[in-house]
Structure formats: C-alpha cells, structure tokens
C-alpha cells in the first residue's frame, strides 16, 4: 500500500521460478488517445484478456468464476498506437480465498507497466467468495516466492466526506455497452473515469500510479455521479451511487 506522500512501492518482482504466462499484442486505434498514447481503461481491458488466456491455458478450474477487488497499474511510460507490446502474467501471493495476479507491459524490450490486480474467487450463483482448490493453489504457489496477501480494502478507508475538499461531482451515465457478461459494471470501464480526468488536466502523465478498488457492483439502470477530490499528494474519484454509497474509489498519484 502506498500513502500520501510516501515512495510509490513497486509491486512483486518477475519470478525466476514458476508458473507464468506471456502474449504479444499491437497497441490498436480503439485503445488510444487522439494524440496516439495507450488509455488506462485499454490496459484495463488487456489485463483482462491475459487473465482469461493464462486462466484456459492452465485449465484452471472455474477459470471465469473471479471478479476484480482491487487493480493497481504502475505507469513509467506509455505504449503508442501500433506499438508491439509483451505482456508477461504470474500470480504474485495467494489468501484463502483470492490471489494477486502480477502482469508486467514491455515496450521495445523495456518494462512500461507493471499491474497487480486482486482477483476474488467466488460462487457466481450466490457472489459469495469461495476457498481456492487445493490444486489450483498448487499451481499458482510456485510463483509466489510464499507471499501471502489481504483482501482488505486500501485506499477506500479514512477518506473525507464527499462534500469536502473543494470536492466537485458531476453526472457519469451507465451506458448498456459498458456491462460485462456478468450484468455488471464491466473492470475497464472504471478506468474511463481515470482517462476523463487525465484528459481534462494536461500537463504529466507519466510516471504514474493509479489504483481502482471496488466497494460494490454497479447495475445496470443505476444513476452514478463522479466526486473528485484534491487530495495532499494525490487525486481521489469515487463512483457515488444515488443512495450515497461508494461503489468504486480511484486513487491517482503522479510521481
């Protein structure tokens, strides 16, 4: 975890040992900017893809059975339109029920972004998270190096009031092509927030770290608005449904 105003952490390193999957996949126009950089919300999409291929390719048991608590990229620089990119996937720590999934970006032989995203195993039926086999846990182990991780919430905790800070909000329609096979709120589409504000703000994008963790699921029909906040050391947008609760917090904080 990283706080305001301490060093960005860089996640897990790349095992020597152990199971890990690679792809390579050229940056498209439908993942970038109007000036050619690579959107956070395409990465998003990227890490997803990669799960889902590494996941069939080690016939995992219910490979689609996970959901995203938390997803954490670190940006030191950004892959352009057409870019050939190799990305490299791993499981960094294991829980009871979860599992870090580690994915590392190259660009030209060089590393552009490293991701950590928590994946909650659950029973799709009832959304309740279920315990990891003892044989997936065995496959996935031996790249862990024995580290061990929380699904405890991180960033959402101990933030002001959602009128605080010179906090503003405005208006995020739910759009139908925003949903996932799941009915909800599809991982990437949280990142689109982050893209908005970068988008609005110019100046530096990279290097970066920016964090998405979930609260709650966003449905379709429901009415969300976008609280931004200025925070010491960094931005917070939070996905604020109509009842006030928080579905989603993004933290952004440029080094």
């Known amino acids: 975890m990283t706080q305001p105003g301490s060093k960005v952490v860089l996640p897990t390193p790349l095992p020597e040992v152990g199971r ?34 590494d996941s069939l390719d080690g016939s995992y048991s219910e490979p689609h059975s996970w959901v995203v608590r938390r997803t954490q990229m670190w940006v030191s620089s950004f892959p352009k339109y057409l870019d050939q990119i190799e990305l490299t996937t791993w499981c960094g720590a294991l829980g009871s029920h979860w599992a870090e999934r580690r994915t590392q970006i190259k660009c030209d032989g060089v590393v552009a972004i490293e991701a950590a995203a928590l994946w909650v195993r659950v029973d799709f039926k009832t959304m309740k998270p279920v315990a990891l086999s003892a044989d997936l846990v065995a496959l996935l182990e031996t790249a862990t190096g024995g580290r061990k991780i929380s699904s ?18 405005q208006d995020w329609p739910i759009r139908f092509s925003d949903m996932d096979a799941v009915g909800h709120l599809n991982n990437a589409a ?66």
């Open 190 to 255: 949280y990142w689109e927030v982050l893209e908005e504000y970068l988008g609005a703000n110019s100046g530096q994008r990279a290097p970066l770290h920016a964090t998405v963790e979930h609260h709650g699921a966003i449905d379709p029909g429901n009415k969300v608005r976008i609280v931004t906040q200025q925070l010491e050391g960094r931005v917070v947008l939070r996905h604020v449904l109509d009842d006030g609760e928080v579905a989603a917090v993004t933290e952004l904080i440029l080094a």
């Open 152 to 169: 405890r919430l991180e960033i959402g905790k101990n933030l002001p009031d959602l009128d605080s800070n010179n906090a503003t909000s």
């Open 20 to 53: 890990r999957f690679s792809t390579a996949r050229k940056v498209r126009l439908g993942d970038v900017t109007p000036k050619g950089r690579l959107r956070l919300d395409a990465v998003a999409r990227y890490l997803q893809d990669i799960a889902t291929d």
